[in-house]
């Protein structure tokens, strides 16, 4: 009696398939609390603070400072929603679902894709929902500026997508977003993303330069205002990056190393 071995076949691109980022993404849609924090609160906060008709009537940069203020909260919004996109592998880590998709085929590397593929595609949900609120609400800026201003702000989303999976992967949580959310907050106020850095005085100004947030909010409204240094704004950007993804990848192996 002859016994026959039948190998398990390794799937196209590792797993990675549309189906899967579809299912993924109908999985966030169903979390209402995801649902308000990205796509409520961002253009909330912006009719709450931008809609001043004094500064409909001031100008920043190209635009009024209502555009400032709309792009400041486009970042935030892109901030939220891909940390929170990132952040869901600590809910499937706590109900054992990654573990079971371990037992599949799927790449970890192509497991991680779908998960940056659906934070980056929630960040610029959020970005598109509140620029257009925005725009509808008295933000004045040329066209090129707006397009330019929001796809900056979209694809510095990218490293709040890494600080979610590192943070997703770090704490153990299914309410992780509860600790995030407040973390991003005051982020924000310490980048400058609520606050100008010329109302800051001068040490928390230099303080900024050191938060993940300076960077992507200095580089969002460079179409639009022409200011602040790029240079240590890309620099800003490509270190923390880099070193949330080296967090994640370090914790994504201490997880695997598990099973």
């Not at 995801?34 to 931008?50: C, D, Q, S």
Request: charged share 10%; net charge positive.
């Amino acid at each position: 009696m002859t016994s026959t071995t039948i190998e398990r076949q390794v799937p196209t691109l590792g797993g990675f398939s549309t189906t899967f980022v579809r299912l993924e993404m109908r999985r966030m849609f169903r979390n209402r609390r995801t649902m308000i924090f990205t796509f409520i609160l961002p253009p909330a906060m912006f009719l709450l603070f931008g809609t001043d008709s004094t500064y409909k009537n001031t100008q920043a940069g190209n635009g009024n400072v209502t555009a400032y203020i709309m792009i400041s909260m486009a970042v935030y919004g892109a901030m939220i929603a891909a940390t929170s996109g990132g952040a869901m592998v600590s809910v499937e880590r706590a109900v054992g679902w990654s573990r079971q998709l371990r037992l599949t085929p799927l790449n970890p590397v192509s497991y991680i894709a779908i998960k940056v593929v659906v934070a980056m595609s929630m960040g610029l949900a959020a970005v598109v929902i509140t620029c257009a609120v925005g725009m509808g609400f008295g933000a004045d800026l040329p066209v090129a500026d707006l397009i330019g201003c929001a796809i900056l702000a979209w694809l510095g989303s990218l490293v709040f997508a890494a600080f979610g999976l590192f943070m997703g992967y770090l704490l153990p949580s299914e309410n992780v977003m509860q600790v995030l959310g407040p973390v991003l907050a005051v982020l924000s106020f310490a980048g400058g993303l609520f606050v100008p850095l010329d109302q800051m005085g001068s040490v928390f100004a230099s303080i900024a330069q050191y938060t993940p947030v300076y960077g992507v909010g200095i580089i969002a409204r460079y179409p639009l205002t022409h200011d602040g240094s790029l240079v240590i704004a890309i620099v800003n950007v490509l270190v923390w990056t880099a070193l949330f993804v080296a967090g994640a990848a370090w914790r994504f192996r201490k997880d695997t190393a598990r099973v």
